[in-house]
């Protein structure tokens, strides 16, 4: 089993759809990054948290640490917004992240 | 101003060549790291290094060695290449390591032929 657990693996949705993309984590953390993949490939730092919710812009992202799961929220989705999002906690201890294998999470116009 | 920069952006090379991927940030952060993702798109950390000091260095093959010759530069050194060292490689940096964002370079696309 891995230790970071993402759902869906694939997502489409039409334009202003609500989007929620779940995370699952059976290590012990000390934060959990959600990381937005470009089609082109750069990588950017959506959120870093390790306790409650936090907002930037239409992106939410929740966290449970008692029950080891995150959540990503989009809301009003848009096409630009289509990218890999991908869910890594830092290992607490190691302080390494542990990263998921992604979601891809397309929208149509 | 580019914050976390990396070249060569591609590399193409040859099995048994030693090649070396640069990276550089502009940030002032104290923690970089290095992350392979291979052709399945599954990331995951190779080495850490803050003050430039070694940190975390994951099972990597002893081909792969890390220098960091001041804080603002992680460089990656890889000896005798082998097919399955091709993969796309990030250089991150962060305030220090824990619980702090990460900031992701563009990325190297290494090529073993």
């Known amino acids: 089993k891995n230790e970071v657990e993402q759902s869906p693996q694939n997502l489409t949705a039409q334009e202003g759809e609500f989007i929620t993309i779940n995370c699952s984590y059976s290590?012990?953390?000390?934060?959990l990054h959600w990381l937005q993949q470009h089609p082109g490939g750069g990588i950017v730092s959506l959120f870093m948290l390790s306790s409650g919710k936090k907002k930037h812009g239409r992106l939410i992202a929740t966290i449970n640490i008692q029950e080891k799961h995150s959540s990503l929220h989009i809301t009003a989705s848009h096409p630009r917004d289509s990218a890999v999002y991908i869910c890594a906690p830092t290992q607490g201890g190691s302080e390494k992240l542990v990263f998921g294998k992604g979601t891809k999470l397309t929208v149509n116009p | 101003d580019t914050a976390v920069s990396q070249t060569p952006k591609y590399l193409v090379t040859q099995m048994g060549n030693d090649k070396s991927i640069k990276c550089e940030q502009n940030?002032?952060?104290?923690?970089m790291y290095w992350y392979k993702q291979d052709s399945k798109k599954f990331l995951k950390i190779m080495f850490s290094y803050n003050n430039k000091e070694l940190i975390i260095n994951e099972t990597v093959p002893n081909r792969f060695s890390p220098k960091s010759p001041d804080k603002a530069h992680l460089n990656l050194h890889i000896n005798s290449l082998e097919l399955g060292d091709s993969a796309v490689y990030f250089c991150?940096?962060?305030?220090?390591?824990?619980?702090?964002?990460?900031?992701f370079g563009p990325g190297t696309r290494l090529t073993v032929t």
């Open positions: 290590v012990g953390i000390s934060a």
């Open positions: 991150a940096s962060s305030q220090e390591v824990d619980t702090y964002e990460q900031y």
């Open positions: 940030l002032g952060h104290d923690t």
